[in-house]
């Protein structure tokens, strides 16, 4: 009977030594001194003893099991230490580590030249418009007096994603979505992204941005176009700014110009900036045609209206003397963190 004892608690000891978790050491305990663990049967055996033997094999058997108690505590203890100390060693702070920067963002060149342009044309009474970057070929080319066999569709190298919808090439779409949506008076301008499949060089982007602007109202004439353009142009480039208006041709304006600013960098004396020419490119512009103000269903004998578009990549490297394009779209952070 010793030697079966001695057995049963070296089996439980080691058991116990081996345990690896609380359940497994719960387990243990179970086995051995839970109510039909193998001690406890062996204590409620008792009763089939010679009444003389009884009191020794108690005896013996009740420090069996309190052997077998300490050792399991003894091992459910270190386990737990051990648990604590893994979870200490996992959840260490190292307060050696200098702090994580914290570093405010800003406002993107583009983003920044845009609010200034947008603030310009509010405080002359011009709504802001946000229109669809995915247009329908009837928006971007059709209304706007473009057919599909017109020519100047070439100018405007475009990415289709289905039969006639396509990334905008020109805000000039929100025009016409204004117009079918708004009656006159209209004031409007429009800012956004566009798109053409253009090779990538240091002024030309696939994505770039450009500003729309449309006036509709009985008696606008070129006149008004001037005025307000001219006005924009001193805004951003101060009262010296020279403006210059060449004829030009665009499918939806009639007349159409061209608006040129004497050059930022040198002046007009020109330079490498303007290429020699003294005067830098800015937008687009023109008479809305009256085949543009009739497909939006209002009549060009009794309205009349002038658009615009502006470059805006263009006034924000003109602006900030940024000499490629491709900086305000690489995303360096030494670059971004000069505005
Ligand atoms: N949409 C023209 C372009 O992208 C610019 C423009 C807008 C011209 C409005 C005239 C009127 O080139």
């Known amino acids: 009977m010793k030697e079966k004892l001695a057995a049963i608690i070296n089996a439980a000891v080691s058991a116990a030594s081996e345990a690896v978790d609380e359940k497994q050491i719960e387990d243990i305990r179970v086995k051995y001194l839970g109510k ?17 033997e009884r009191p020794k094999m108690g005896q013996l058997v009740n420090e069996a099991k309190e052997q077998v108690e300490s050792a399991i505590n003894e091992y459910r203890k270190k386990l737990k230490a051990k648990a604590i100390e893994l ?32 603030d310009i044309f509010q405080s002359m009474g011009f709504d802001v418009l946000d229109g669809p970057e995915v247009e329908t070929d009837y928006y971007n080319f059709e209304c706007l007096n473009v057919p599909a066999d017109h020519p100047a569709r070439d100018m405007q190298d475009t990415f289709y994603l289905a039969d006639k919808i396509l990334l905008r090439t020109q805000t000039s779409a929100a025009q016409i979505r204004t117009m079918e949506n708004r009656k006159p008076p209209i004031r409007i301008i429009c ?6 499949a253009d ?20 008696g606008i004439t070129m006149c008004d176009l001037m005025g307000v353009l001219e006005q924009f142009a ?22 159409s110009v061209e608006v040129d600013v004497s050059c930022t960098e040198c002046g007009g004396k020109g330079c490498r900036v303007c290429k020699g ?33 502006i470059g805006i990549d263009r006034i924000t490297t003109t602006r900030y003397k940024i000499s490629d394009i491709r900086l305000l779209f690489e995303n360096d952070k030494r670059f971004l963190e000069q505005f």
């Not at 039909?36 to 003389?52: D, F, R, V």
């Not at 020419?277 to 060009?300: K, Q, S, T, Y």
Request: charged share 25%; aromatic share 8%.
């Open 36 to 52: 039909k663990g193998e001690i406890t049967a062996l204590l409620k055996n008792m009763g089939s003893l010679a009444p003389e």
């Open 191 to 196: 800012p956004g992204r566009v798109f053409r």
């Open 234 to 255: 001193r805004e951003i480039y101060g009262d010296d700014v020279k403006v210059r208006f060449r004829p030009s041709f665009f499918p939806f304006t009639e007349p």
């Open 277 to 309: 020419e003294g005067w830098i490119e800015i937008l687009g512009a023109g008479m809305v045609h009256p085949n543009v103000l009739r497909c939006c269903g209002i009549d060009p004998d009794v309205y009349t209206g002038f658009a615009f578009g």
């Open 199 to 218: 090779e990538v060089d240091a002024t030309h982007s696939p994505v770039f941005h450009q500003l729309e602007g449309l006036v509709v109202d009985k």
């Open 87 to 118: 979870k200490l060693k996992a959840e260490a702070v190292d307060i050696t580590l200098p702090e994580k920067e914290v570093c405010a963002g800003g406002l993107h060149p583009l983003s920044i030249v845009t609010n200034d342009l947008i």
